[in-house]
């Protein structure tokens, strides 16, 4: 069956009894580019395995099948799982696990089904689940590529450079573990029920972390602290988050030392920038590591 084709959608919701849930930002496609053009921006194909995250009623789910040589969905909502049976029939390729996939161990999961297989990651993700299924992914550290469809701001967020007003916390931390790419939007007449949102689909490719940071659990508390205090300067923000153990002097002082002026706010520096702080202050004072 066309499982993006409204009337179809609607004669399968109601042969099932289902009802979408709005805590579970439920919104099924309509259009068939969509679910094509995400599997293909994936990269998934002969030798692939891919993880799945909220299948739906699975156009995503089939697309990634007819190229990948094992799909793993894991879906939170067992009353998807007999329509699930239905629109995936045939496909021996495609396993669905009930769960929830933030409480799953990801890396064990990905060795047992995805022995010897390349593993991608791919979704289109409920927006209220939207940061920490990124989080989890990228932790997780056994992806090539993860490939997602997320509200369009959160995307512009992650996809953020210094100096610009989505760039935040959360982009600096994603473009440390990967490479961030915003692809393509999707409006809202996409999906039924049509959200208030503009969609975009986003692909992360993994990296080591960056050679210039020295201490990683000091460089993301630098990073913390100075996106605490927003539209303050760093010094505030460091002040704030080493106060207990540096004053503000010594602070201003680490700031002065990397050629920053000392008026410079957090979010008008990038990872090298953050790199060099930290282990300016690492040197100054090696009892922060």
């Not at 799953?104 to 995805?114: K, Q, Y």
């Not at 010897?116 to 992806?143: D, H, M, R, S, W």
């Not at 590529?145 to 967020?157: F, K, L, N, W």
Request: charged share 20%; net charge negative.
């Amino acid at each position: 069956m066309n499982v993006c084709d409204s009337n179809e959608i609607k004669a399968l919701l109601h042969r099932h009894g289902f009802r979408f849930s709005k805590s579970m930002g439920q919104n099924f496609l309509i259009q068939d580019w969509v679910p094509r053009d995400i599997a293909e921006a994936s990269g998934a194909g002969a030798g692939c395995g891919v993880l799945e995250i909220g299948p739906g009623i699975g156009p995503l789910t089939q697309e990634l099948s007819s190229r990948a040589d094992r799909v793993v969905s894991v879906e939170l909502d067992p009353s998807l799982l007999p329509l699930l049976a239905e629109t995936l029939e045939g496909r021996t390729n495609v396993e669905v696990i009930s769960g929830d996939i933030l409480k799953t161990d990801i890396p064990a999961l990905v060795r047992e089904r995805f022995s010897g297989l390349k593993a991608l990651a791919c979704a289109n993700l409920p927006y209220n689940i939207t940061t920490p299924v990124i989080t989890a992914l990228l932790e997780a550290q056994c992806f090539s590529s993860i490939t997602v469809m997320i509200q369009r701001e959160v995307a512009r967020r992650i996809c953020a450079v210094p100096g610009t007003g989505d760039y935040g916390a959360f982009s600096l931390y994603c473009q440390y573990h990967a490479r961030c790419e915003l692809l393509f939007e999707v409006g809202p007449e996409c999906f039924l029920p049509a959200p208030k949102v503009t969609s975009a689909v986003l692909r992360m490719t993994p990296r080591p972390a960056p050679e210039e940071v020295a201490d990683e659990a000091l460089f993301f508390r630098t990073v913390k602290a100075s996106f605490a205090l927003r539209r303050k300067t760093l010094l505030n923000g460091l002040s704030a988050g080493f106060g207990s153990q540096l004053s503000k002097e010594e602070l201003a002082e680490a700031i002065a030392a990397c050629g920053f002026p000392p008026d410079i706010r957090g979010e008008r520096l990038g990872i090298p920038e953050f790199a060099l702080l930290a282990r300016e202050l690492t040197r100054r004072f090696p009892s922060l590591s």
